[in-house]
Each structure stands twice: as structure tokens, then as C-alpha cells.
């Protein structure tokens, strides 16, 4: 018997009798990380990584909980179950799980850059390995994250000579703490959305320590936001909140702006390929580097990485998974949602990268 079944529900190890980021409601839930499309309402029981904690409370309030670090081994009817830095975001969590001497590994959500907050990915040696493929083609190939900051430090520098504020479209939870160390590093005017500030606030409360950043008040005269740099997400671009900051340029860091077209698509003066997610070429290191004989293959091209995968003698398959349902390119952000983070991709239908 698999130790992983797909099931209705969600990933389910029948042996522990518990699901891995289940998308209905279960009895016990093990959560790879906080982004919305993994970690979903009305679980009996949540265990999940110490620093998730705090951002599943803030998005699912009072639950039953049991956190857990990093490599701290639990025991769930006989299952032995850790969990790995996953490198996505803060807290995000690869699952171990192994039972008799099998051994399956559920990815979540990773990337192997080390993008110095989220923790660095660890492959994992295992027998089965359940691996996104958000960006699983070719076409997908980073530029290292310091070139990236580069570019947009630079950006930054060309808006303050122009006497224009940098709005910075970003996911509130995972690409805006990402980012605040570049920013940081060329104004100390960095003004947050109020989802985004939310995101921010939890994580400092919890003991990460971020720069100093101030929340946008809808109240605030505009001259405060002269040649400032505004962290915003997905849809805030398209939204009549946008216009406090006139005038402004709009800058998407989002690793589809790897496509030219989805610059001029998004009515964007700047995209910046920066992602949460492996690119091709890390995707097929880090499945390799687990030796596992047998990969399984969910949200995103998972098609063609697994038809490649296949041709490189690595038995490989597609599974359909409900998630990739939650963080990039919103529905236009209005005022009624300015202090919320429901933002969704229209493109992909997938989560921001």
C-alpha cells in the first residue's frame, strides 16, 4: 500500500490516518505552509512548523495547533513524520513521512535559491517524491536573486531622480518579506498595504526581524509618499487606492513576468522575474538529488515535466491536486478589501510566484 493516496480530500497517508494540505476539511491535517491553496479552514487539527504557527492564526484563527521545528520527528499511529525546509517562504515545510522503511516526501511548495529568510531547501532522500512543477518548463530560468534587487534597487534610484513613487506589486505573504532587505537598502520610506502590513506585523510579533516599514493610511496626506517605494498586492495595481501615490510607477515582481508580454498585459511600467518556486532547471536538480524511483507530479506544467521526466528514465506521473489557487494577479483590489489579502491569478489560475 502507497503511503500517500490521492484522494477526494486531499493528499491522505492511510497508515497515519492524516492528510497533507487537504483542501476539504479533515480530521488531522499535516500543513506544508500558510499560503491559502495549502492551508484551508475546518481541519479537526493543524501541525504545521513553528514560524507557520502564527500566520495560520492570523488567516484561520483559533484551532487546535501543534507546532513543530525543523527535523523534529513525530510519531502519528506509527507514522514517522518530519518536516524540511522547503525554502518557499517563511515556515514552508517539506513533509517526511515513512512507515516500515518506505519513505515519501510531499514537497509543498519550493524553491533551492536561498533567499536568506525562508530557510534553504534540503533534498531529501526518499523512495516517492510529490513535487510542484508551477514553473515546469524550459522557458523558466531565473537570474540569481542579487541581480534581481539590483535591478530593482536601480529602478527605485531612476523613480526618486523623477520624483515618483515605486509601487511594488507583491504577494503579502512570502514575496514582500522577501524584498524589504533590497528596499531597505536605498530609502527609508517604505509604506505597506494593509494586507500586507498585516503579514508583517504577525511576522515581527513572532520574532522575525524585518526593516522598518510604515502602513499606508488612507487618510495620509499625498506628499507623504513622495519618492517613497509602496509594497502592494496582486490587482492593487488596477484599483482606484492606486492613485494616492500619483505620480507613481508600478513595478510586478512575480516570476510570470519572465514572459515579456505579461509586463505590457498588466499595464506594468517594470516586471522583475522574482519567484517562491524552482525553475525548471531546480526543479530537476532538486527531484534528482532525492534519488527517488518514483516522482508524482502536481500543480502547474505538470505534463510536460513529467513526460520529461519519463524520458530522462525517472518513472514520473501526473496527479491533479486543487492547488495553485491563491496568490497571483488579482480581481481589481477595491477600498472594501484594502485591509485584506484574497487575491487570486486570472492568467493561471495559480499562485503567485
Known amino acids: 500500500m502507497p503511503l500517500i493516496e490521492f484522494t477526494d480530500r486531499g493528499l491522505y497517508c492511510p497508515q497515519g490516518a492524516f492528510y497533507i494540505d487537504p483542501w476539504r476539511p479533515v480530521d488531522k491535517a499535516v500543513i506544508t505552509h500558510a499560503h491559502s491553496d495549502h492551508a484551508r479552514p475546518g481541519n479537526g487539527s493543524y501541525l504545521c512548523h513553528t514560524l507557520t504557527l502564527p500566520l495560520l492564526k492570523l488567516r484561520l484563527g483559533d484551532n487546535v495547533y501543534q507546532p513543530v521545528e525543523w527535523n523534529e520527528p513525530v510519531l502519528i499511529n506509527g507514522v514517522r513524520v518530519s518536516l524540511h525546509p522547503a525554502g518557499h517562504i517563511i515556515g514552508s515545510s517539506q513533509i517526511r513521512i515513512e512507515y516500515q522503511g518506505e519513505v515519501w516526501v510531499v514537497s509543498g511548495d519550493y524553491k533551492t535559491e536561498n533567499d536568506g529568510i525562508s530557510g534553504a531547501f534540503e533534498p531529501i532522500p526518499c523512495h516517492a517524491f510529490i513535487t510542484e512543477s508551477t514553473f515546469g518548463l524550459p522557458i523558466y530560468n531565473w537570474k540569481p536573486q542579487n541581480r534581481i534587487f539590483d535591478d530593482i534597487q536601480n529602478w527605485i534610484r531612476k523613480n526618486q531622480a523623477e520624483g515618483k513613487t515605486s509601487v511594488l506589486i507583491a504577494y503579502s505573504l ?22 500586507v502590513w498585516n503579514v508583517h506585523q504577525t511576522l515581527v510579533e513572532a520574532g522575525i526581524d524585518l526593516p522598518a516599514v510604515q502602513k499606508v493610511h488612507l487618510d495620509a496626506p499625498k506628499e507623504t509618499f513622495k519618492n517613497s517605494v509602496v509594497i502592494a498586492p496582486s490587482g492593487a495595481e488596477q484599483s482606484p487606492w492606486i492613485r494616492r501615490f500619483q505620480p507613481f510607477e508600478v513595478g510586478i515582481c ?37 534519488g527517488a524511483e518514483k ?24 496527479v491533479k491536486t486543487e492547488y495553485g489557487e491563491d496568490e497571483e494577479g488579482a480581481p481589481a483590489i477595491t477600498e472594501d478589501t484594502a485591509g ?14
Open 295 to 318: 516522482v508524482f507530479v502536481t500543480h502547474g506544467f505538470q505534463a510536460a515535466l513529467s513526460r520529461y521526466l519519463n524520458e530522462l528514465g525517472i518513472q514520473a506521473a501526473e
Open 340 to 353: 485584506t489579502d484574497q487575491v487570486s491569478d486570472p492568467e493561471k489560475g495559480g499562485e503567485e510566484q
Open 174 to 195: 512570502g514575496k514582500a518579506q522577501r524584498i524589504l532587505p533590497a528596499l531597505a537598502a536605498v530609502t527609508d520610506n517604505i509604506f505597506l498595504h494593509g494586507a
Open 254 to 290: 512575480s516570476g510570470w513576468m519572465q514572459v515579456r508580454g505579461n509586463v505590457r498585459r498588466r499595464n506594468a511600467d517594470a516586471g522583475y522575474a522574482l519567484s517562491d518556486h524552482a525553475d525548471w532547471k531546480a526543479l530537476l536538480s532538486a527531484i534528482k538529488a532525492t
